[in-house]
């Protein structure tokens, strides 16, 4: 496995790739790496010759200083975790590697930003825009590998590619989950262990709730039950929990035949900020 620190680096190693006729998978991440991140890297692993993996924390997308400051940065036990799953070139670079001179780019992606995670997080998703900009430009891959975990993220990320006509494919892969049903997530690193024994909660909420919406029980009661089995959790703070339609990602006031919906939730607990999303096929 190559490391490549700089970006000249990089458009170098998947220029000569695409010259040699390779396919050039891509999976973005923050690192931390668990198993959700490995089947991103396997998924790519099966459909291209090359597959880059860029691990940067990068700082234009936190909206808290804290959580930046925080996120788990493990980089050494990272690279050992990539190589036995096929990962042939990891970049790693430094943050002024990546932003030269401060990133002044503004990106609207309209409604889609204006729920949810764009909504609690101002100015996430420009910072997820500008990075994911660069490393396309850069890597130039056939396909780039993002997790369901992060719907909303996927959705802005593939409007990126249609509103820039981006040359790529991108692919979606399945939230990976531990035993208890939790999403795996870097920052569940810091979960204290009554955090960790509180955590599960969010995706029987989830799971709980697409039950209802499967029963036809309208959004507004479905909404209604799971924030009061959450605040029947003192260890957690729920920041909000969302019936949308799956694509437009708009709060869903009635089902309609055909649509998919998609339930979002991010919480608190003890000072770690987590997400998850279950879809529901119309
Ligand atoms: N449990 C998971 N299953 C599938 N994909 C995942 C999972 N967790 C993260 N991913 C995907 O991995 C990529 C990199 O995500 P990232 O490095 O932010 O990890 P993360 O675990 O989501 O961390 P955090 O949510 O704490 O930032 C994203 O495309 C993300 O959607
Ligand atoms: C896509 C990404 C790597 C951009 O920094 C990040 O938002 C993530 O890890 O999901
Ligand atoms: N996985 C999404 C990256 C973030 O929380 O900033």
Redesign the pocket.
Known sequence: MQILTTAAGLQAYTEQARQAGKRVGL???????????L??VQAARTDCDEVIVS?FVNPTQFNNAEDFRL??RVPEADAVLLEPVGCTALFVPSVPEVYPQPAVLRFDFGPLEQVMEGAHRPGHFNGVATVVSKLFHLARPHRA??????WQ??TVIRQLVADLSFDLEIVT?????EPDGL??????RRLEPVARAAAPLLHQVLQAAAAEVRQGVSPSEVMATAEAALRREPLITPEYFEIADAQTLQPLVDYAAGRDVVLCIAAHLGGVR??DNLVIAG
């Open positions: 999976v973005p991440t923050m690192g931390a790496l668990h198993d959700g991140h089947q991103l691990i996120y788990p590998y993002f997790g369901q975990k992060d993220q996927v892969c399945p939230t990976i989950r999403a795996m997530s870097s920052r569940n987590l997400i």
